[in-house]
């Protein structure tokens, strides 16, 4: 930031000389960032160098007072540090738009979490919009956590800008650890005492030794059930422990940060919502309860800790069970060897665009279709739209009488309701409801639904799946958040869903495969297990139990005759004729997208549904009628890389999937309104009228970039063709049944 403020005491010594005086007559720098919270801290972080140089900086947001509002308008700061969401609300305001002439740099902080978002493609245009009123400025965009900064750097840079790429090394700074509890006699009894299992306990005695012998340590955990549960698992321990996450209340969470600051709380259970850079003080040590799933996201979490300069910064990763154990040594290996995954940006957002389009005739009255091309084909993400495209967009939105169209004169303007939509429609980010699932049999909470799954598929007398189990609907009382359920036992035509959680990346799930084909080679070798245990520990960062339950699950499948399932082989084994699993090492998003297309066609075949679950390494299917692994097997063999696309197309048509995305982006155009009531909404006839449009077809590109993956599947599916992936079928092997019967979320 040093740097800015030279350049804005350069430009107020100028002012000095040529009119007297050094107030600017507007906003110099623009400092953005994904979070207010972080908006807040970037400001106290600032305030005495700001105060010592004499330079005027503020915070704009969504909890801004109108006092304070109404005072940057009439004397704007010199940097104003803000969100993307309340820069593009300043544009509608005149005085704010003056106020944003004299802008020449904008830094956007931690720009990885806004390219990977559509808040990412809505900014980018964003910045061309600001340039119609600045002119051109200096862009910056800060990250710890891109793998592909050549890429982004053009993200931020727009489609005809250079850019430069600085990098600074900081992996010898981090340092890992891999531990595995395994429970003890005093767990057992403490269990008995507290009402906890006894390997939960263990948990909870290994994370609170780290937090005992360190002044201040971060938890993270992938899941609000997870924090919750730690949480109420260290009061029973009357452990200084607090617990912070998004579903609290703001309150509760500053006095979590506060509490944990001032030294009360020695540890405190969060979620990603301290991955990013919010000042909680001095952090000794960050522990990783399960799998981070991600590089990215370990460096980012670990990297909270020894968080000044020269200081390392140590983590520990908790691994939960054989798949954990072997994940995280994946991944730390990868983070140590540097590499990161890619940040995969949405190309050409059709509803970013639909409400950008709202955003511009309110910036310029009337303007030609021309102009509008023109600054958003300067958008990076939107390098490649057609001039059809566009125009598609501009008729929806127009039909909708969101926007003004002179199709004769090819210009269109504001319309009354165009300002209330654009600012209704601001926020790309999704606003979905949770629906706590009550046991009325235990009278304990089991879970969440997500509001997705309820409007297309919860009904009284319902079946589902939730962690792994199945439960039947009894009463929805969907007005106080809560569906009441009863555990059921037998088959039933069982729906898919999976809720959202961190997919492990196609690199990682193969890198997963090459570990267990090489330490199979080495039982297979007739190496000691004891000399192998000792090879991995030493190699990786993992203790001797986690090393010795990897060894351990590999050697049973070695010893029992079973095939390893690696990165270049496929299993497909079975207990009976109406479940199989296919162990593949591909990751969530890969799997997601076999899976769905094996489904599809062996519904088509079979006429009935099949159950589908998912893991990075595994796909399970339940079937009504007997299917053989062999029949499964040719299936694969016979499926081409490009019947991928069209098959996927399909498949998604009358999937609850895509008709919950359609009602989402659809409120993005402004088909429908925010309040509206699901109950009386026919999504049959919703997907008929719209399933020709820019709407139907951004829905498709939303599943495409957020849950599947056709480049990864299509290049399984080629190396299935050459032989190169082999494909073998036998009996359930230990692989295969510990996978899902370990991943019941806390």
């Known amino acids: 930031i040093l740097p800015i403020f030279h350049d804005i005491l350069v ?380 125009e598609a967009i501009v008729d929806q939105v127009s039909e909708y009488r969101l926007v003004w169209h002179e199709k004769n004169l090819n210009k269109i303007g504001r319309r009354r309701n165009s300002r209330i939509y654009y600012y209704d429609n601001l926020s790309m980010i999704p606003d979905e409801k949770r629906y706590e699932v009550f046991d009325i049999v235990t009278g304990k909470t089991v879970g969440t639904l997500d509001e997705a799954f309820v409007i297309n598929f919860a009904y009284n007398g319902a079946v589902f799946i939730t962690r792994g189990e199945m439960w039947r609907i009894i009463e929805l009382q969907t007005d106080k958040g809560r569906i009441k359920v009863e555990p059921v036992k037998g088959t039933g035509e069982i729906p898919s869903w999976v809720g959202e959680e961190i997919p492990v990346p196609f690199e990682i799930a193969q890198e997963v495969g090459r570990l267990r084909e090489k330490i199979a080679k080495q039982i297979m070798t007739k190496d000691d297990p004891e000399a192998i245990i000792n090879k991995i520990a030493f190699k990786y960062p993992v203790d001797y139990n986690g090393a010795t339950l990897l060894v351990d699950v590999i050697n049973e499948q070695v010893m029992k005759k079973h095939v390893i399932p690696d990165n270049n082989t496929i299993t497909i084994e079975s207990s009976n004729l109406s479940e199989i699993t296919i162990n593949t090492c591909f990751g969530h998003n890969t799997n997601q997208t076999l899976a769905r297309v094996i489904t599809s066609l062996l519904s088509a075949r079979f006429g009935s549904s099949i159950a589908q679950e998912i893991d990075p390494y595994r796909i399970k299917l339940t079937f009504q009628h007997n299917i053989s692994s062999n029949q499964l097997k040719e299936l694969l063999l016979e499926l081409k890389p490009h019947h991928l696309k069209p098959l996927i197309e399909i498949t998604l048509k009358n999937t609850t999937l895509i008709k919950w995305k359609m009602v989402h982006i659809a409120r993005k155009f402004g088909a429908l309104s925010k309040e509206i009531d699901y109950n009386k909404i026919s999504m049959k006839k919703l997907m008929e009228i719209y399933k020709d449009t820019p709407m139907y077809d951004e829905v498709v590109n939303e599943i495409f970039h957020d849950i599947l993956d056709i480049q990864n599947t299509q290049h399984v599916l080629s190396k299935i063709s050459n032989g190169e992936i082999a494909i073998v079928t036998g009996n359930m092997s230990p692989i295969s049944k510990i996978g899902f019967s370990m991943k019941k979320e806390l």
């Open 11 to 390: 430009k107020k010594k100028k002012k000095m000389e040529n009119e007297g005086h050094h107030n600017l007559n507007g906003i110099t720098a623009l400092y953005i960032t994904p979070l207010k919270a972080l908006n807040r801290d970037m400001l106290s972080r600032i305030e005495w160098w700001s105060e010592e140089l004499n330079i005027t900086v503020a915070v704009r947001h969504g909890d801004t007072s109108k006092y304070e509002r109404q005072k940057q308008t009439r004397k704007p700061p010199d940097l104003l540090i803000t969100t993307p969401e309340t820069l593009q609300a300043m544009f509608t305001g005149s005085k704010l738009r003056i106020n944003l002439k004299e802008v020449d740099h904008v830094i956007v902080d931690e720009i990885h979490e806004l390219a990977g978002s559509k808040r990412g493609s809505q900014l980018s245009i964003a910045l061309e919009r600001l340039v119609e009123i600045s002119g051109e400025f200096k862009r910056i965009g800060l990250s710890a956590t891109v793998g592909n900064p050549e890429d982004i750097a053009k993200f931020l840079a727009g489609t005809y800008r250079e850019a430069i790429v600085i990098e600074v090394d900081m992996l010898k700074k981090l340092e890992f650890s891999i531990m595995t509890p395994i429970k003890n006699n005093t767990d057992i009894s403490l269990g008995k005492k507290i009402g906890y299992d006894p390997e939960f306990v263990s948990h909870l005695r290994v994370i609170s030794k780290i937090v005992n012998r360190s002044n201040s340590t971060l938890i993270f955990v992938n899941t609000r059930q997870s924090a919750e549960a730690l949480a109420s698992g260290f009061r029973a321990l009357e452990e200084p422990i607090g617990v912070h996450h998004g579903s609290l209340s703001f309150d509760a969470r500053l006095a979590a940060e506060e509490d944990f600051k001032s030294g009360r709380l020695k540890g405190l259970i969060c979620t990603s919502s301290m991955e990013l850079g919010i000042d909680i003080g001095r952090v000794d040590h960050v522990v990783q309860y399960g799998s981070p799933r991600q590089i990215a996201r370990l460096l980012q979490r670990v990297g909270r800790a020894g968080h000044k300069i020269h200081e390392i910064s140590v983590g520990t990763i908790i691994a939960l069970d054989f798949d954990d154990v072997v994940e995280s040594m994946a991944i730390v290996k990868s983070a140590l060897n540097g590499n990161i995954e890619n940040v995969n940006y949405h190309v050409g957002s059709f509803d970013v665009l639909a409400n950008q389009i709202a955003g511009m005739v309110i910036d310029f009255g009337e303007v030609s279709i021309d102009k509008i091309y023109s600054v958003v084909n300067r958008s990076f993400p939107f390098r490649n739209l057609e001039k059809e495209q566009l």
